[in-house]
């Protein structure tokens, strides 16, 4: 499911701002509001991504989120050929908004 930046400028009650790590410099974000996660897009559509952690949390300023985490998931156990880790192998740590941008 998806919510627009300037729906989710609106909304109040967002518990969790989690920007996805998915590769060495690209980002993309999402929201949890109550028990959904929602991918963040522009008015057009289109994911939210940026390059850099500043470009994204600039994107996302006027997301009033309670929390913010970024999250990593990472298959490289599996490419080893180690035993299945079951639910995965998922990173998340808090981050704040510095306002570095």
């Given at each position: 499911?998806?919510?627009?930046?300037?729906?989710?400028?609106?909304?109040?009650?967002?518990?969790?701002?989690?920007?996805?790590?998915?590769?060495?410099?690209?980002?993309?974000?999402?929201?949890?509001?109550?028990?959904?996660?929602?991918?963040?897009?522009?008015?057009?559509?289109?994911?939210?991504?940026?390059?850099?952690?500043?470009?994204?949390q600039k994107?996302?300023?006027?997301?009033?989120?309670?929390?913010?985490?970024?999250?990593?998931?990472?298959?490289?156990?599996?490419?080893?050929?180690?035993?299945?880790?079951?639910?995965?192998?998922?990173?998340?740590?808090?981050?704040?908004?510095?306002?570095?941008?």
């Amino acid at each position: 499911m998806k919510k627009t930046l300037s729906t989710l400028a609106k909304v109040r009650d967002i518990d969790v701002l989690v920007i996805h790590s998915l590769d060495l410099c690209l980002y993309q974000a999402s929201v949890v509001i109550g028990d959904k996660e929602f991918m963040v897009t522009d008015d057009i559509g289109n994911l939210v991504r940026a390059h850099s952690l500043l470009e994204i949390q600039k994107q996302c300023q006027n997301i009033n989120a309670n929390t913010q985490i970024m999250r990593q998931e990472s298959a490289y156990d599996e490419m080893v050929g180690g035993p299945s880790k079951g639910k995965g192998n998922r990173l998340e740590v808090q981050i704040s908004d510095n306002k570095l941008y």
